[in-house]
């Protein structure tokens, strides 16, 4: 199918230009509402549609080994949708219109799925040469599909496991009285809990099964995007890709053994974590800005997957239940720092030095957390060169005797 027959299903002609024009200017944060008929038509489509437009849009991807050609000759997706008279300006603001329902607290399977495919689209437009140029990147629309996953996954096993390590934690308390005072960053933020509940929805196993495979494609889409949208004059969205890859880390279990030196294609890829890390790397490329500076916030958020914390933007971090998964990954990340301190040893030498000190700072006094800390800093420190493991080892001496001695801060 070519790529106007695989856009029908939006009903792009029977969009009001009035509808389109509200979109824009309320820059992609309101979900206006479409006439009941016309919503109706565009809520009947079907996830195969979604596929099929995504694999349409991946012919015009530069990167891929096919490319379309029209009676022989290839076209710019762009000339054809202009010649087919589909406007780009309502072709985005539907696509947000599926983002924005996706995110809605009543949004079930359906609204999910279908934002998730959209979300797909929108970045993988982005990719496709001339995309700028015919005005196609926002960048609120950006943030917000990147970011997307999060919000369809269901979040009530989530909100379940964070009781449960409350209730772990408050009953390890009882048993064990600590050995010095915990940094303030471990107080449990009761604020946290008190997060407005998700509506009364149930995802069946299917349903699960069709959230994720949606959530698939759109990190795809992320990873393609990365791979040649430089971010270097965008600092904040490289930040929120740095937040949502470590976030993706505790989607699912990984699946198989995940090897940072090999050259890696993207659509091999079998797991969501496997593709967050893959993610963290290209943000440290030196097309995404300065590599010190990507470093650092990289090593900073993944602090506290080696600690085996959760670190959300609004909250304190606390800690997670150890888990085989919960391991899995931190032994991953520990790897992953190895692996890019050999890449980018000069720049990533201060940030190494860094990590180490807050990872001693921050372990809680429990048994199970220390020791894989002290395993952690064993297997950290065998990437340091010798002048930099002694100061270190001093440090670590001068801490073990007065723990408020200084650490380093994350901003030099």
Request: aromatic share 10%.
């Amino acid at each position: 199918m070519d790529v106007i027959g695989a856009l029908q299903f939006l009903k792009l002609n029977k969009i009001p230009e009035a509808w389109v024009n509200l979109a824009w200017d309320t820059e992609f944060t309101e979900r206006s509402p479409l006439d009941d008929v016309l919503e109706k038509e565009v809520d009947e489509s079907e996830d195969e549609a979604f596929r099929t437009l995504y694999h349409c849009f991946l012919t015009y991807v530069p990167d891929q080994q096919h490319s379309t050609s029209i009676n022989g000759s290839s076209q710019s997706i762009w000339g054809i949708l202009r010649e087919n008279g589909v406007s780009i300006k309502a072709l985005v603001a539907v696509l947000s219109f599926y983002v924005l329902g996706a995110k809605t607290k009543a949004a079930n399977t359906q609204h999910r799925v279908r934002g998730l495919y959209a979300a797909s689209l929108y970045l993988l437009l982005l990719k496709i040469p001339g995309s700028i140029a015919n005005q196609v990147f926002h960048e609120v629309l950006l943030d917000t599909c990147s970011d997307l996953t999060p919000h369809c996954w269901p979040q009530d096993s989530a909100k379940k496991r964070k009781k449960d390590r409350m209730k772990s934690s408050q009953a390890e308390g009882k048993r064990a009285k600590p050995q010095r005072k915990k940094p303030p960053q471990m107080d449990m933020d009761e604020a946290e809990e008190e997060e407005d509940e998700e509506e009364d929805i149930y995802f069946s196993n299917e349903d699960l099964m069709k959230i994720r495979e949606a959530a698939v494609f759109l990190v795809h889409s992320i990873l393609r995007l990365l791979q040649t949208f430089p971010l270097k004059d965008r600092p904040e969205t490289a930040s929120n890709f740095t937040q949502i890859f470590c976030q993706l880390l505790h989607f699912e279990p990984v699946l198989g053994e995940i090897t940072f030196a090999a050259p890696r294609d993207v659509a091999e890829m079998r797991s969501i974590p496997e593709m967050a890390f893959y993610g963290l790397e290209l943000l440290c490329s030196a097309k995404h800005g300065d590599q010190k500076e990507s470093l650092r916030r990289v090593f900073h958020q993944l602090l506290y997957v080696i600690l085996m914390m959760n670190k959300e933007s609004r909250g304190k971090p606390v800690l997670r239940v150890l888990s085989q998964s919960v391991l899995a990954i931190r032994d991953y990340a520990i790897q992953f720092v190895c692996h890019l301190v050999e890449e980018q040893r000069e720049q990533a030498k201060p940030f190494l030095d860094i990590l180490l000190q807050h990872i001693c700072f921050q372990i809680v006094e429990k048994s199970e957390y220390r020791s894989h800390g002290a395993q952690a800093v064993g297997m950290l420190t065998s990437q340091m060169e010798n002048a930099d493991y002694s100061r270190f080892i001093r440090w670590l001496f001068n801490f073990s005797r007065q723990p408020k001695v200084s650490v380093k801060s994350w901003l030099i």
